[in-house]
Every structure is written in structure tokens, then in C-alpha cells.
């Protein structure tokens, strides 16, 4: 990804080839969505950090991002893709705006609209996409899926385009800023 100038994982952690196979997945899969914006990431590393809810970190709007790839209980196991996927939306949003604000929340709908679009045409990025081995069994996003409970693999959604037709504008406002407070939690502001 020529958008991403260096990838590393954490070495003093096991299984480091899968994690650095694993932010090369990222990098490809978010590498059409950067190209789209003219977004540019100096550095994205694995982080492991002691607090449960920190799932990315975003140093001087993309000079470096870094990710959870694993659960916080069991540095043996990786998160599913796709929810790494979405904290790298979220983290590339702060390279725009570094605060949980209105402008933070519509860039990263932005984003993962265009996400979803590019999804839908199938665009690919880095490569030609072959596969490499035989189909002797799952591949690891299968793996990983099948992992997942039933009730949060849902199907295909588009996300972030729900529409909020009917609600007040006091409830928006109250809602929105829930969310904000709960995203504080979480994601340390740049």
C-alpha cells in the first residue's frame, strides 16, 4: 500500500507473522478508500495497550496508527478483520479531525460510506489477488467468522446510512452526544 509508508507488528508477542499478515489485510483493505481521499499513514503498528477498550490510537493526524489486533484476555488470538477494519476507518478519520466532534462524525460517515460503495464494485487494492495454496480448509476470515455469534455477523448493511426520520432534533442532539461520551472512553484524542 503506497499510502502506508511502514507496517510492524509487536515482536515480543506470539504468532507475530499472523498479526503482520493481518495489518497487511487492513492496509489493503482501506488502501482504495485512502487512495479516494488522499490519505496517508507514516506508520501503522500493532499495539497491545493494558486498557481493555482502546482499540486504536492516532498519533499527529497519521503520522502513526496504531491497532488492537487481539482481545485483551488472550494475546494468542486476533480480533475478527472486520472489526479492525472499522477501527481503521475510525482512526483515519482523525486524520482530519482530531476530536469526537460533528466534523469528526460526518468525515468518518464519509469514509465508511465510500468504504461500503467499494465494497459493493469489489475494488481491490495491492495486488492481484491470487490465492496462494491449496482449499484444504478455512481460510482465516472464514476461521475467524465462524467464531463470531450469531447475532452480531449480520449480512451485508450498509453502516452509518440509517435514516433518522421522525426523531426530534433534542433526541438527535442527546443521542450524538451519548455517543461522543462513550467514544471518550475509548479512543484516546489526538
Known amino acids: 500500500n503506497q499510502k502506508i509508508s511502514n507496517i510492524a507488528a509487536l515482536k515480543r508477542r506470539p504468532l507475530q507473522q499472523e498479526a503482520l499478515n493481518i495489518l497487511y489485510e487492513v492496509a489493503n483493505t482501506v488502501g482504495p478508500l485512502m487512495e479516494h481521499f488522499r490519505l496517508s499513514v507514516g506508520f ?9 477498550n482502546l482499540l486504536g490510537l492516532n498519533v499527529n493526524y497519521g503520522y502513526k496508527i496504531s491497532l488492537r489486533l487481539r482481545p485483551a484476555y488472550d494475546e494468542r488470538s486476533f480480533l475478527p478483520t472486520e472489526e479492525i477494519v472499522e477501527t481503521m476507518i475510525h ?19 464519509q469514509l465508511r460510506e465510500k468504504m461500503f460503495e467499494l465494497r459493493m464494485k469489489n475494488v481491490k487494492f495491492g495486488g492481484a489477488g491470487d490465492q496462494l495454496g491449496g482449499r484444504t480448509g478455512l481460510n482465516v476470515q472464514e476461521a475467524r467468522l465462524k467464531k463470531l455469534d450469531p447475532r452480531i455477523k449480520g449480512g451485508v448493511n450498509r453502516l452509518g446510512g440509517v435514516a433518522k426520520k421522525g426523531v426530534p432534533i433534542e433526541e ?19
Open 91 to 109: 482512526e483515519l478519520a482523525h486524520n482530519s479531525h482530531g476530536a469526537h466532534d460533528v466534523k469528526f462524525y460526518e468525515r468518518m460517515d
Open 172 to 190: 438527535l442532539i442527546r443521542q450524538a452526544a451519548i455517543k461522543r461520551y462513550e467514544d471518550s472512553k475509548w479512543c484516546h484524542e489526538t
Open 44 to 52: 501503522l503498528c500493532e499495539m497491545f495497550p493494558t486498557n481493555p
